[in-house]
């Protein structure tokens, strides 16, 4: 294996000229493993180490070090408008790094961290401004993998993670996807396993009037409702919502105008969760999405192109009952009625759909409701708007 394996030859960023890093993975998948201490050394002598959390990997360093916080967007080719998370161990570390935490909002935290969740604070003058982009806010999670959070106490600082992906592609959720996209940028990847969940935190922000879910992850509305009433989506999100369920005609007609809502957490604008291939979501009745796959499917074949297929267990059993081997690539993402399933795969299911050269993949598409309101989020995301809805 060379270290230019798994890097965009194409890319003409400095890593591609010389790899910085023999990048090494080593196994954790305990609080206790000995492994952890020496990432924990390396964060707190200023390098970048990936380690595994319950949502994705992320790509840590010492948050409250400016220089180690600037090689991780150099490492990411992250913009540098885009702010980042700061990873606590416990609820003594919040403290120093906000002005200001809603006495009402403390039980909310006892229950839902550590977990899936982010919230937006006020942030004090101990955040470095490259953590949060210059803005007066900053983002905070604890995450419940034990591996994680032993790593952030044994570095003894808050662990500043993005997602541990190249800018735009897919988010990591094994140790192998981190190495695809970090080979030769960073000294470190530690290797926990499949990520739980693989959908990025839900984060909300507490510093508005009206508490706003920024990015939508596995707790749904509902559940977060009894925690901060009257939290709402986005209305960025709101109307990618609708674009999910209705023609994106009937979108641009509706009221809900994206350009009148801006996204409002930076990292929403960019072009997201992208592999390679183009993918299109059909959202619709089962087996007339499949039906309607098929055909698509014939259209590509005429131009030798190979589809990667992700729907659920009896779609994939149809479609290789149905379709060619050649040009087909078929995934399952789960059953379809248990969607946690369906949030564990789709991003290593769109990475493992690159590496078998599909030119094109055709997702099944769910209805935006409760955590599906995350998982097609990411989709539409991947898809660049792409849906169609199959009547
Ligand atoms: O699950 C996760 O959150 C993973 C793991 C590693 O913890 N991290 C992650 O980080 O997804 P990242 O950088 O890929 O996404 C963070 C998101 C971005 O959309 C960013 O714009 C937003 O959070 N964000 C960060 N700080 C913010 C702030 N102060 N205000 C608004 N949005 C913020
Ligand atoms: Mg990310």
New binding site residues.
């Given amino acids: 294996m060379s270290f230019f394996d798994g890097l965009d030859p194409n890319e003409d960023d400095d890593f591609n000229v010389i790899p910085l890093f023999m990048t090494r993975v080593l196994p954790a998948t305990r609080a206790s493993a000995p492994t952890i201490a020496e990432a924990a050394e390396l964060i707190r002598a200023g390098e970048v180490v990936a380690f595994p959390?319950e949502?994705?990997?992320?790509l840590g360093a010492d948050g409250l070090n400016e220089k180690a916080v600037a090689k991780i967007f150099k490492a990411k080719g992250r913009p540098q408008d885009?702010?980042?998370?700061l990873?606590i161990a416990n609820l003594a570390m919040l403290d120093p790094l906000v002005t200001y935490v809603n006495p009402l909002h403390k039980a909310a935290f006892a229950r839902l961290w550590p977990g899936?969740i982010?919230f937006?604070f006020e942030k004090s003058d101990l955040v470095p401004d490259a953590v949060?982009a210059g803005?007066p806010?900053?983002?905070i999670?604890m995450?419940v993998n034990e591996v994680a959070r032993s790593l952030i106490a044994q570095a003894d600082t808050p662990i500043a993670?993005?997602?541990?992906n190249r800018s735009g592609r897919p988010?990591p959720t094994t140790a192998y996807d981190v190495l695809e996209d970090m080979q030769g940028r960073i000294p470190l990847i530690l290797d926990g396993g499949a990520c739980d969940i693989g959908v990025?935190?839900t984060?909300l922000?507490l510093t508005e009037p009206i508490p706003t879910i920024?990015?939508p992850?596995f707790y749904p509305l509902s559940m977060l409702n009894n925690y901060f009433p009257g939290v709402r989506l986005d209305p960025a999100l709101e109307y990618q919502n609708l674009s999910a369920l209705e023609s994106p005609e009937a979108a641009r007609h509706s009221k809900r105008d994206p350009k009148q809502a801006p996204p409002?957490?930076?990292?929403?604008k960019y072009r997201h969760y992208a592999p390679k291939a183009l993918v299109t979501i059909y959202a619709g009745e089962d087996t007339k999405v499949l039906k309607r796959m098929v055909e698509d499917f014939h259209l590509r074949e005429a131009m030798d192109k190979k589809v990667g297929f992700m729907v659920f267990n009896q779609g994939a059993q149809y479609l290789r009952d149905t379709l060619p081997a050649k040009n087909t690539e078929i995934r399952s993402m789960g059953n379809g009625t248990f969607i946690d399933t369906m949030g564990q795969r789709i991003f290593r299911l769109m990475r493992e759909l690159d590496r078998a050269k599909c030119d094109e993949i055709f997702v099944m598409g769910i209805r935006p409701q409760g955590y599906g309101v995350a998982i097609m989020n990411r989709l539409m995301k991947s898809a660049g708007g792409n849906i169609i809805h199959v009547s």
């Fill in positions: 959390t949502t994705v990997y992320g885009n702010p980042l998370i990873h899936p982010t937006i949060t803005g806010t900053v983002a999670r995450p993670a993005p997602s541990a988010s990025e935190s984060v922000d920024l990015r992850g409002k957490s930076p990292g929403m």
